[in-house]
């Protein structure tokens, strides 16, 4: 059983209570692969915003910039070094991997072949509940070595606007990428 953890907006734009959703994510690494799950809950007696309830078409393709849109993010950190990985996923599947060298800098796509690449677990949704989960094969960020606590965020673009939630925030402004807020262990939780 994975255990979720809370995620919050960031505390500059709006809070959880006039957004009217909590989300919920969790991580376990389990024969070799990385499980992401992603839950959006909205408040007691409301739905969801439209856009959970009329959801896309699956595609699951490789995607660039999927967090100008609603996306799920992971961020996986070497325990010993300042490389990380970035995992983008969107609600119709479609996925993106970046390396980066430290924080923000020598971003490149990670090379994945079709039979080790991302994958989309779940999807279900309507009314007040919306849950995803994708799959990376562990393949995909060995080269990172023993990964440090891990970051789990969730870029929410609705028609009031724009949220960034994660575990915690550490910047002044939205900034997923500052290894102080990667706070979830996927071994140990």
Partial sequence: ????????????????????????????????????????????????????????????????????EICFEAFLPARDRESYVEFNGAMN???????????????????????????????????SLFRIAFSLPESLFSGLGALGPIGLTTVLKTETGTTYWALNHKGMKPDFHLRSSFLYDPIRN
């Fill in 93 to 127: 599947g479609d996925w993106d991997l970046y390396h980066f060298d430290s924080y923000r800098s020598g971003m490149r796509r990670v090379p994945c072949e079709v039979d080790a690449s991302p994958r989309l677990l779940s999807r279900e949704g309507g009314g």
């Fill in 1 to 68: 059983m994975i255990k979720m953890a809370d995620l919050f907006p960031h505390p500059g734009g709006e809070t959880r209570e006039t957004i009217g959703v909590t989300i919920r994510s969790g991580a376990s690494i389990l024969g070799g692969m990385l499980e992401l799950h992603y839950e959006l809950r909205a408040n007691p007696g409301e739905s969801l915003p439209g856009v959970f309830q009329d959801l896309p078409p699956l595609r699951v393709d490789r995607k660039s910039e999927l967090w100008k």
